[in-house]
């Protein structure tokens, strides 16, 4: 594979090959469409579900390799570009370039951002169909379609008719036979290689060969002693598209699906403009890292216990988690403990890291100990397979067990009547805020960073979590994992609040001391 420009990171990345004796994974995502700007509902369910995941396998240092691309043919390419009066090319060229713009504000870390409209993606879909012809899986059929007798004299394709169908109760006998495949795909049917069939949403199209095999065209060098995860609705037609070329394709090893995610009481719509899009999320000035875990942490991962699993977004919820659970809980801790290391000799330790001379014989630290060694346990389980709000939920709650141990150690008063123990407790919790920057880099990596860099440790060689390293079982001894005599750098407040004002008119934002400030109108409609 030729190096490529990391949409996410601005560098150029080496080539990923497989490698002997190591995990290789390869992950992709649905390819988004070039017909509008992406909104959060896309984001959460696309590339940022499968960047948390790319992130994560790197963390465990497995070799991963991480392509998507857009997807820029089908009707709706077509559609935008009748609606602007250009070629459907001006439209590719036009929203693929804000796509990678608005992918690399969030942070996502493509090995790969391509096109289906390059030469690699024709030749190889062309190849596939010739192939599936060849072998007598394609039919020629002659069916019926709607045609426009107006100026256009064109048939048309579904997204270019407008109405109700003409069909008296087609909607609801669609429902009835949504509601029913549902069911059949959530009962526990296996496949070859004994891996679980779950489909979110019946989606998949049999015209939309070409995006599916525009995941192929980037990774032709890597197609053998690879587990490939896909955040993708293609796990039918895909797998039997590959099959059906009698070639010795890589197939699907884990599918994870979401539903939808809502926009307050109504549904983003790109079409209509409504919603949050990712140029929106850019011009609040609320950081990306705050974007990424409110996506994240409301991800509408699918379960098979409930008919719906659609999750909302809202300005308010937005408000209150990055004010209850990012600057309150997960800030203030982190603050808290490097503060308190930063001040000066009599008062604090001097920005140095001090010895856990009794930590085996601290019960306050072998309790938390052992409850933040299950946690992580239950985030490695979790995270395997991409669960990926639970993995976040399951963080936080080491967050939570930190500020309770940090609480109820009274460290304040340890200082001065017992030095050992305060020093055993500050040690083990400066080891927290550096699990946490681990754990939390798939899902904020930019957070993660500043982190370590006011741990004065170098996020190149620290952001790792591999068992290789043994570093799941440092993390059991969290006093361990940073040394005694190691300088910190200089603390600094890593959130800051949020006050939203909702107004039937306008949109406009500003700060007042520490809380940034925004008046917003209730739908977001995008120019």
């Given at each position: 594979m030729a190096e490529e420009t990391a949409a996410g990171q601005g560098q150029e990345r080496k080539p990923v090959l497989p490698v002997a004796g190591r995990r290789n994974v390869l992950v992709t995502s649905a390819l988004p469409y070039v017909n509008n700007v992406p909104h959060l509902g896309n984001l959460v369910g696309c590339v940022l579900s499968a960047d948390a995941y790319a992130r994560y396998c790197r963390l465990r240092g497995h070799n991963v390799l991480f392509i998507c691309g857009t997807d820029e043919y089908g009707t709706s390419t077509e559609a935008r570009a009748l609606q602007e009066g250009c070629s459907p090319r001006e439209i590719c060229d036009r929203y693929h370039a804000l796509h990678r713009k608005v992918y690399s504000w969030f942070g996502i870390s493509f090995d790969h951002f391509g096109r289906t409209s390059s030469p690699e993606q024709t030749e190889i879909c062309q190849d596939v169909f010739r192939r599936l012809l060849d072998n007598g899986w394609l039919l020629e059929k002659t069916i019926q379609q709607l045609h426009c007798g107006g100026e256009c004299q064109r048939f048309l394709a579904d997204r270019l008719v407008e109405g109700s169908c003409p069909?008296?109760?087609?909607?609801?006998?669609?429902?009835?036979?949504?509601?029913?495949?549902?069911?059949?795909?959530?009962?526990?049917?296996?496949?070859?290689?004994?891996?679980?069939?779950?489909?979110?949403?019946?989606?998949?199209?049999m015209y939309h060969q070409g995006p599916q095999v525009g995941r192929p065209c980037a990774t032709r060098q890597v197609q053998r002693q690879v587990l490939l995860y896909t955040h993708n609705y293609f796990q039918v037609m895909f797998p039997s598209t590959l099959l059906g070329t009698g070639e010795n394709w890589t197939l699907l090893k884990t599918i994870s699906v979401t539903e939808y995610l809502n926009y307050e009481s109504g549904k983003f719509s790109k079409s209509k403009g409504i919603g949050v899009f990712g140029n929106d999320a850019r011009d609040t000035n609320i950081p990306p890292e705050v974007w990424r875990y409110y996506l994240l942490t409301n991800r509408p991962e699918v379960r098979i216990d409930l008919d719906s699993s659609d999750t909302q977004f809202t300005w308010t919820d937005l408000q209150a988690k990055l004010n209850n659970e990012l600057v309150h809980k997960l800030g203030n801790f982190i603050n808290r403990v490097l503060s308190f290391i930063a001040k000066p000799e009599g008062v604090g330790y001097g920005s140095i890291i001090p010895p856990a001379t009794n930590a085996e014989s601290h019960p306050l630290t072998q309790a938390i100990s052992e409850t933040v060694g299950k946690l992580v346990d239950q985030y490695i389980v979790a995270m395997d397979k991409v669960k990926l709000k639970q993995g976040l939920k399951i963080t936080m709650a080491i967050c939570s067990e930190g500020n309770a141990y940090l609480q109820d150690s009274?460290?304040?008063?340890?200082?001065?009547?017992?030095?050992?123990?305060?020093?055993?407790?500050?040690?083990?919790?400066?080891?927290?805020?550096?699990?946490?920057?681990?754990?939390?880099?798939?899902?904020?990596?930019?957070?993660?960073?500043?982190?370590?860099?006011?741990?004065?440790?170098?996020?190149?060689?620290?952001?790792?979590?591999?068992?290789?390293?043994?570093?799941?079982?440092?993390?059991?001894?969290?006093?361990?994992?940073?040394?005694?005599?190691?300088?910190?750098?200089?603390?600094?407040?890593?959130?800051?609040?949020?006050?939203?004002?909702?107004?039937?008119?306008?949109?406009?934002?500003?700060?007042?001391?520490?809380?940034?400030?925004?008046?917003?109108?209730?739908?977001?409609?995008?120019?």
């Open positions: 069909v008296q109760g087609c909607g609801e006998k669609l429902e009835r036979y949504r509601r029913g495949l549902w069911r059949w795909v959530l009962e526990p049917k296996r496949r070859p290689g004994d891996q679980r069939l779950v489909e979110g949403r019946a989606q998949a199209s009274q460290f304040w008063k340890l200082y001065k009547e017992d030095p050992p123990g305060c020093a055993t407790v500050i040690k083990t919790s400066a080891g927290l805020v550096y699990l946490l920057a681990c754990l939390l880099e798939p899902f904020m990596p930019s957070f993660s960073k500043e982190v370590l860099q006011q741990l004065n440790l170098c996020p190149e060689e620290h952001l790792s979590f591999c068992d290789e390293k043994g570093e799941r079982e440092k993390a059991k001894r969290p006093w361990d994992l940073i040394p005694p005599g190691h300088r910190i750098g200089k603390p600094a407040p890593l959130f800051k609040g949020l006050v939203i004002l909702l107004h039937s008119f306008g949109c406009s934002l500003h700060r007042i001391g520490n809380a940034t400030f925004i008046s917003i109108t209730p739908y977001t409609v995008s120019g």
